[in-house]
């Protein structure tokens, strides 16, 4: 940035050239974004609009090269900033221009650009990297699984340093286009519409698009052989499901299962309001892990998932975190329940819905089935510590505190206040504390002694989320 100087003499002038009016007010960007449970994710000092991934992927090798190209706008006078990723870097432009860069701890990349850069300015920033996911680990843990076929990067908190350079919090989303070769015969598979895929030169590239805000640990990168089913909904959105060819006995289950994504997303609307984003559907790699996630428009599935049969009740899961987690999303990690507490609570609708038991049903099972003494009860819903991040206390407990506020609100607000959550903070972030104040504008009732009780306290609540009488 250039400033204009009142210059008073030529010594001044002088003093005044060696030592830029500006300097001091620029510093380096905090190393985190602030997060009370991970102080090193994310970073201050930029905000990101739009990652650009350019990748090849070898699966014989894990070798996996690529050129992040990302969109930010300066948040401060920045001297230089931090990036997060565990991966090699061999180059690194700020505005065209070749910039410093060094790492420091697990996965901080630290940049320092030629000039220093003036606050709300946008800038690019190229960075050139290559690795194998699979040898980058944090604490002997790697959110990168190897499969016989590929890869797969997915996982929460954090999945994102496995395979791009970013400002790796919820906090700040942006939009995506992923672009990945692979070897003929292999698929990639990421978040959104597949914009194109061509081939050459014995390599695919495919092309990917998610065009609304999406948290890092959202996006996601599947390679592998897959088969590709197809359609649109009646809105029109494209519809893509991946199942890897290798999922031996799981495969018609998990096929019976995510091929009935335009149903689920279809009742979600209608309890949750309009679907998001520009596309859906899931997809399932031959990973050995047990879990799924609501990676953007298209969850991830483990094959396990499907060990018993069909499993729409994990499909309703992750779909309803499209609303709940993904379009609004935490802005902390301790404020977790607004993520799982409600998409456990939208299979208890659904359970509802199919006849296998209703909500109230569900609520007082696991409110009986659960002894004062149980462990359960001292994990706080509301603010479980990282280490319970995903304990099941945060999704069953969490869902007795949805079943406790339907009862107190009744139906009508209950239903109101899980409609207009959404539209609220839609692609934005969101506080616990600013759901039990929006539960309150809505049903007009003092609700903090309701919550506290069912997500603060560190013990079994005295009496269960109970009916009204007359219910
Ligand atoms: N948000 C995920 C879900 O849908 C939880 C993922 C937790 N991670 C794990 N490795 N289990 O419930
Ligand atoms: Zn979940």
Avoid: C
């Amino acid at each position: 940035m250039h400033r204009r100087l009142i210059v008073p003499s030529a010594l001044a002038a002088s003093l005044l050239l060696a030592i830029p009016a500006s300097a001091a007010s620029f510093t380096p960007g905090a190393p985190g974004i602030g997060d009370s449970y991970y102080p090193a994710s994310g970073n201050g000092g930029y905000d990101v609009s739009h990652y650009d991934l350019r990748l090849k992927y070898q699966p014989a090798t894990d070798l996996l090269e690529g050129t992040a190209t990302i969109l930010a706008t300066t948040k401060q006078d920045l001297s230089r900033f931090n990036l997060d990723l565990g991966l090699k870097v061999s180059e690194i432009r700020v505005n065209g221009r070749p910039a410093k860069f060094a790492t420091s701890g697990d996965h901080e990349l630290e940049v320092t650009p030629a000039s220093p850069l003036a606050k709300g300015t946008p800038i690019s920033v190229v960075v050139r990297y290559a690795g194998k996911p699979s040898e980058f680990k944090i604490d002997g843990w790697s959110a990168w699984a190897r499969t016989p076929d590929g890869g797969v990067a997915a996982q929460e908190p954090d999945s994102a340093v496995w395979w791009f350079p970013s400002n790796d919090h919820p906090l700040d989303k942006a939009t995506f286009d992923v672009s990945v070769l692979v070897p003929d015969g292999h698929q990639a598979i990421s978040n959104g519409v597949l914009q194109s895929q061509s081939s050459r030169l014995g390599w695919t590239r495919f092309n990917w698009r998610s065009n609304k805000p999406q948290a890092t640990y959202l996006a996601t990168l599947a390679v592998g052989r897959f088969d590709i089913t197809t359609d649109r909904t009646a809105n029109g959105l494209p519809v893509l499901n991946a199942y890897s060819k290798d999922l031996g006995d799981n495969a018609g289950a998990a096929r019976a299962s995510i091929e009935r994504t335009t149903e689920v997303a279809e009742w979600l609307e209608s309890v949750f309001g309009p679907y998001p984003f520009n596309s859906l559907g899931g997809y399932v790699p031959n990973v050995t892990s047990g879990f799924a996630l609501e990676t953007q428009t298209r969850p991830f599935y483990s094959p396990r998932q499907f060990a018993n049969g069909s499993n729409v009740s994990v499909v309703v899961h992750e779909l309803a975190h499209q609303w709940y987690g993904d379009s609004v999303s935490v802005a902390d990690w301790k404020d977790i329940w607004i993520n799982e507490g409600f998409a456990r609570y939208s299979q208890w609708l659904w359970s509802e819905k199919e006849g296998e038991g209703t909500a109230q049903e569900l609520a007082d099972y696991v409110y009986a089935t659960r002894a004062a003494d149980d462990p359960f009860w001292t994990v706080k819903p509301g603010d479980p510590g990282a280490e319970n991040q995903f304990h099941g206390a945060v999704y069953d407990r969490g869902a007795l505190a949805l079943q406790a506020l339907r009862n107190e609100v009744g139906d009508e607000d209950f239903f109101a206040i899980l409609k207009g959550w959404p539209q609220e903070h839609a692609y934005g972030n969101a506080h616990v504390s600013d759901f039990v104040r929006y539960a309150e504008r809505v049903s007009g009732k003092p609700l903090a002694a309701l919550f506290d009780t069912w997500l603060y306290q560190p013990s079994k609540p005295a009496a269960p989320a109970a009916a009204p009488a007359g219910q």
